[in-house]
């Protein structure tokens, strides 16, 4: 029998905040104290981007995501594309091809029928550049004001490639840390499509299928990649948190090997944040063993969406649990989990 | 390459409306129109409660449903038992046993954090009793007023079970159409309880789990079990209306067999609404051969989910792709689609 008293005293959070649903320690918080002691099991306890599934001898990744973004038109992206590459994204980085995706729509009353049309297309082109078919789906329609335009749901099951094993608990000392490209990509084009800023530089949101470039990391890296991450909301900094706690390792960074762009690192100076917190839709976290770092990394580069990629950092010793930074002076600093709301409403 | 241009003329119909979402005629227009011709793939053209896909000699059922009832909390239920049960349900309607859920979470800023927990209980507890673990999740966040306290999407994987064969388009004339209780209770009693409607007797919604239910039937009846749907939005009549369009059959329904209770009929009359229009969440319509008809009903009936079970029409090969019933005195009428918005945010 699970508490009938909330877990989180009302004391301290009386109400759900934006910040509850930002990915970084308050999201943490909701799914530690509630999601995971309520629905209590093995699978959701690995807290995965997706669930792993044993049937008839195949390994059935599960994956669901809602895109509650807002503008629903962004440069670089919409919601459509956002929410066919977010999911196949999150099965991809559990080692898995997808097989189907399902789509629920929930609708505001007033919507422009044109409007539902441009997302739907976009998504119809997202799931054919990926090659994963939408078979099953779900409407329903809100009142004005009970809703914003669209919010989609997918969900996406896909098969876990044999002979691969990510999880975050694979992580181990002497593993680097790689990134396939520059980071705060999507966090920034929507903030700044959001507070109506021009800067000289077009802002352009990173979203992308990543499947195929997980196809040939695992191909070169095999067994060796340990841990696959796509740093969305909470950006890099959260995701690699998450890994280090669940790891029981520290990770150290090194700031002038993180790749941003000039025209990235302008906006978050004006805007005031700091590009590690910032979500991406396009990028992917690999962890692996030292002897085939230097060859995934190659891979990467060889990539359309990897011509960036760089070798971030190194798994330690040290620290366990906790993220670190060795800045462009050789000073420590420790990277803590996002805490608060950064960006409301970014996927 | 899709049409760009909307598919639904802007003359027709330039905004989503509230009926686009009813699971009527313009809920099966948006299906029709947009979704089947964007996303084109044989599996989603079936049009089946759920997708059945292939993999390694399993069957898969996949299906998503999201839920945005209004209230949170009705009379025999609420939205986080009901979003465990419609999903296992509409698994159960593809002959499959849950296999997992997946649940997708979007918060409306000041949702209290007491209300989120009861929810989380509620679907906990649902879950144990279908026995389906939640293996993974998603919880987003939007601001005040773009929300309505809590959306649920929960969607399922199953395995449809060996020798089943359950699809609209197997209805064939000659078959039995049976259901396993009195009809309309679900929408009548979110209705009542919306409207702050005092009834002598209590409206209870039937929001059930009807997967044990259904083993049974299967069990009894085997591959002579033709066609399954729960009659959610739309109610009986949507429901019969999509299955004789897909067989290409007549379905005609005896009046004076259907179970209504007299709460639910009261209700009805003084709401003004049609019974065979109104939602139902603890209902399984079954279209099965003759000569099993008779054994699934009986196998209903000693079932605590069918107590009150009965024959109530049949599948007729005259007017094909239309449902007509045959009233308490005699005569002929079609019983349409739900044309227009019944009740919103039913489900």
Not at 202 to 225: F, I, K, T, W
Request: with cysteine; net charge negative.
């Amino acid at each position: 029998m699970i508490e009938l008293q909330c877990p989180i005293p009302i004391s301290d959070y009386p109400v759900v905040t934006l910040a509850h649903g930002g990915g970084g320690r308050l999201s943490q918080l909701l799914i530690e104290r509630m999601f995971v002691p309520a629905f209590a099991n093995a699978v959701l306890e690995t807290l995965h981007d997706g669930a792993v599934l044993e049937l008839n001898g195949a390994r059935l990744a599960f994956s669901t995501d809602s895109f509650t973004v807002s503008p629903l038109f962004f440069p670089g992206g919409d919601i459509g594309s956002l929410a066919v590459y977010g999911t196949v994204n999150d099965l991809a980085m559990c080692g898995a091809r997808p097989l189907a995706l399902a789509v629920g729509f929930i609708l505001e009353e007033g919507l422009p029928m044109e409007e539902l049309w441009r997302v739907i297309v976009s998504m119809q082109r997202a799931a054919v550049a990926v090659g994963v078919p939408i078979v099953t789906g779900d409407t329903k329609v809100v009142e004005r004001g009970k809703g914003d335009g669209i919010f989609i749901n997918t969900t996406g099951v896909g098969v876990v490639l044999p002979g691969v094993h990510i999880a975050p608990q694979r992580a181990v000392p002497g593993d680097r840390v790689l990134i396939n490209g520059s980071i705060a990509e999507h966090g920034i084009a929507i903030m700044a499509q959001r507070e109506g800023l021009a800067f000289e530089t077009e802002l352009v949101s990173d979203s992308a299928p990543l499947l195929d470039l997980v196809l040939r990391v695992l191909e070169v890296g095999g067994e060796h990649v340990h841990v696959l991450r796509d740093p969305t909301r909470g950006g890099v900094a959260s995701a690699l948190n998450e890994i280090a706690a669940k790891a029981c390792v520290g990770i150290r960074l090194d700031e002038e090997r993180i790749p941003v762009t000039e025209a990235v690192r302008g906006a978050c100076e004006i805007l005031g944040f700091d590009p590690l917190y910032v979500a991406n839709e396009g990028k992917c976290i690999a962890i692996v063993a030292p002897e085939v770092a230097d060859h995934v990394l190659e891979t990467m580069r060889a990539h359309p969406q990897g011509a960036h990629a760089a070798c971030i950092g190194e798994v330690v010793p040290d620290h366990p649990g906790k993220v670190f930074m060795r800045s462009r002076i050789g000073g420590l600093r420790v990277v803590d989990m996002l805490s608060g709301e950064q960006l409301p409403r970014i996927c």
